[in-house]
């Protein structure tokens, strides 16, 4: 079921929140002078599938990137089960980064074109220090659950469809077992049945795993079917 | 009375040769466009749809072995063959002009050096309008796509991905071509977005212009299309009015790609699509297939079911026989 919570504040965040979960605390962003968002707060509890919509220029990319620990904000701040993060990226441990994955929309703008697939699912392990083969087998692992045939994995992304390479992220987003998963629009460029299938192996996981998802899509029926509780956000 | 064929297409097949195989891009592909309709051509990414596209342009590269026709019909001017006809014959008198393209991606399309403005007048004036009323047919285009005054006066860089799209497609309307091709034009718009420039298409097909739309988005298909074309594997595999084909489709894989999307069973077809450089002889789509049998090892030919047309051996309101 679906239930739309108006206006910018996320009536789950806390204080009244459950201690565990991903949280947005009254983060703020502007760009160049513009604001793009404003004290917004945003809750995802473990497990459940927060859909997050709003019109274009409202922020929710911005928003997911400050989740993703990707972007600092301005002022306000994120927390992982009540804790306090600060900083960005390769600031943060990685046993903390590593707890939030975001899957793109884009999946040539976020791979290396010079990388065989099998390296780009592999790649955030071998950046935490993991082993080759060890990395190398739990990267076939991931592939075959995101739907990848082995003999995709020693292509090159030039040598893929965009739905194969979007398989590849997807992989290579749960390579680490995230206990939160963010997509954003991560779905808009395939079609109807790879859309299906990545949004079955995610929905698999997040149960196997009791992981958190958010879901940022512009498409009614999407929203509808894969969000548990969606959030509107306003232009800042 | 049936409305003119715009464009007509008979055999196209696109290969490209790579160093050790031969990529089947499109087979023996042949439709009629007519004045007023707006065909949308659906299927994965990967199965020949944009090829088709980038092949009715003569934009395919070197490595690419075109046969078959595609004729353009276009009301008062000389008949001209696609594929048969030379660079610079295309490049003078055919695109923009007889075919125009709505690109996929706008950002490197559009020339960076100049605004909006002077590119939309630069190409009203290379098509018959004059120093002194291009301005005007400009502002005019402009607030047809949705580009106000001063989004007009940016340069490409400075628009938003929205934004750039609406240039691209008023670049590609205002030599008024009788046919366009729009490949993938609404990825990575907001819904609002994708809808007014499918709206736009639409509004050209009523004013007479056929439009091929090139598309993995059934949503964006279901809402303006007025034919469906469904292609797997490099052909062309149903082929019908869209409210019939959405309503009760004919071929499996049609069925299969309706039944994933998420206002019906959100589930998607088992298995994978075939490498197009290692198609099989029989029907592309038999190990994916629940109605496959043995005679599906020989190719289904595409033949009339209908109101439309369909490539199986076993179409859905028929039994599969024991
Ligand atoms: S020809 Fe046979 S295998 Fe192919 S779609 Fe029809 S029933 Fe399935």
């Known amino acids: ?236 | 009375m049936t409305a003119p064929a715009l464009l007509t297409v008979d055999g196209l097949t696109v290969r490209f040769r790579l160093r050790d195989a031969v990529v089947h891009a499109v087979t023996d592909l042949s439709l009629t466009l007519r004045s007023g309709e707006l065909l949308a051509v659906v299927g994965e990414s990967g199965c020949g749809k944009s090829v088709l596209a980038h092949a009715l342009l003569g934009l395919l590269p070197r490595n690419a072995t075109v046969t078959g026709q595609a004729r353009l019909h276009a009301p008062g001017r000389d008949e001209v063959d696609l594929i048969g006809a030379g660079e610079r014959h295309l490049a003078r008198h055919v695109r923009g002009r007889g075919v125009g393209l709505v690109p996929q991606s706008p950002a490197t399309a559009l020339t960076p050096v100049r605004t909006g403005r002077k590119l939309l007048e630069e190409t009203l004036r290379a098509h018959g309008h004059t120093r002194r009323d291009a301005p005007a047919a400009a502002d005019r285009i402009a607030a047809d796509v949705g580009l106000d005054a001063a989004d007009l006066n940016r340069y490409p860089h400075e628009l938003s991905g929205g934004m750039a799209q609406r240039l691209a497609t008023a670049l590609a309307l205002a030599p008024d071509p009788p046919v366009l091709l729009a490949d993938e034009p609404t990825t990575g718009l907001d819904r609002p977005l994708v809808d007014h420039t499918l709206d736009l298409l639409r509004r050209r097909c009523d004013t007479g212009a056929a439009v091929l739309l090139i598309t993995h988005d059934l949503a964006a298909a279901r809402r303006v299309a007025d034919t469906v074309a469904v292609m797997y594997a490099s052909r062309i595999v149903e082929h019908r009015p869209a409210e019939a084909l959405f309503d009760g489709p004919a071929h499996p894989y049609t069925a299969g790609l309706l039944d994933a999307l998420p206002d019906r069973a959100f589930t998607p077809v088992p298995g994978h699509p075939p490498s197009l450089t290692d198609l099989p002889g029989g029907c592309a789509f038999a190990p994916r297939c629940a109605r496959a049998t043995d005679t599906c090892d020989r190719l289904p030919r595409l033949a009339a079911d209908g109101a439309g047309r369909v490539a199986c051996h076993h179409p859905l309101r028929e039994e599969v026989p024991a």
């Open chain 1, 1 to 236: 079921m679906t239930i739309t919570v108006p206006g910018a504040t996320d009536t789950a965040a806390p204080g009244g929140a459950p201690a565990g979960g991903l949280a947005a605390h009254q983060v703020s962003v502007a760009y160049g002078g513009q604001r793009v968002l404003d004290r917004v707060d945003l809750h995802i509890a473990p497990g459940e599938t927060v859909g997050l919509r709003g019109p274009s220029g409202s922020g929710k990319s911005t928003l997911a990137r400050v989740l993703a620990l990707l972007h600092a904000p301005d002022s306000g701040h994120v927390t992982i089960d009540g804790q306090p993060l600060g900083g960005v990226r390769h600031r943060l441990p990685a046993a903390l980064r590593t707890r939030v994955a975001v899957l793109f929309q884009s999946p040539r703008a976020a791979t290396d074109p010079r990388l065989s697939l099998a390296d780009i699912v592999a790649e955030p392990l071998r950046a935490t220090g993991t082993p080759r083969e060890q990395a190398a087998a739990r990267a076939a692992e991931l592939a075959d659950l995101a739907g990848l045939t082995p003999d995709l994995l020693t292509r090159r992304p030039h040598a893929v469809s965009d739905g194969q390479l979007q398989r590849a992220c997807l992989a290579r987003a749960l390579v680490h077992r995230p206990d939160y998963l963010l997509c954003d629009e991560a779905t808009a460029m395939l079609d109807a049945s790879t859309q299906a299938h990545v949004a079955a192996v995610i929905g698999d996981y997040q149960r196997r795993q009791g992981a958190g998802v958010l879901v940022i899509t512009h498409d009614p029926a999407l929203m509808a079917r894969w969000a548990t509780r969606v959030v509107d956000l306003p232009t800042a």
